[in-house]
């Protein structure tokens, strides 16, 4: 296949990765984070969309360069099956441990998880 289609394919993949990232910036920005609670709880209900979303379109463009590469080398019919994404409760797992890092140490949380705190923003520990 010819470089430009795996240009217009990494093209495809950063451009994905570029919209999630200002999408992202964009929650991050509005959100109050002396209130470590609420801004993870907006977080948990705002990510899982945008990263369907932009991973929906990183897989496409995936599928698209991988049968166009698969079609050169050979003639029988093949179309990617297109994952369904990650399970949501992988997600939300995801941004409650690293919303961890936007509880002071001694904090108690309102729903029972207690946060990673030794790695809080607050503890000054790495």
């Known amino acids: 296949m010819p470089v430009e289609e795996f240009e217009r394919y990494t093209n495809a993949q950063n451009n994905a990765s570029l919209l999630a990232q200002r999408e992202f910036a964009k929650v991050w920005d509005r959100l109050d984070k002396s209130k470590p609670e609420e801004c993870r709880n907006a977080l948990i209900a705002v990510l899982p969309g945008i990263i369907y979303k ?26 990617c099956m297109l994952s369904e994404g990650v399970p949501y409760e992988q997600i939300e797992a995801s941004i409650r441990y690293a919303a961890g890092h936007l509880f002071p140490p001694d904090y108690e949380d309102g729903d029972g998880v207690q946060p990673e705190s030794h790695r809080s923003l607050f503890s000054g520990q790495d």
């Open 54 to 79: 932009y991973g929906n379109m990183a897989a496409l463009a995936a599928a698209e360069y991988y049968e166009g590469e698969r079609s050169a080398v050979r003639s029988d019919r093949f179309e």
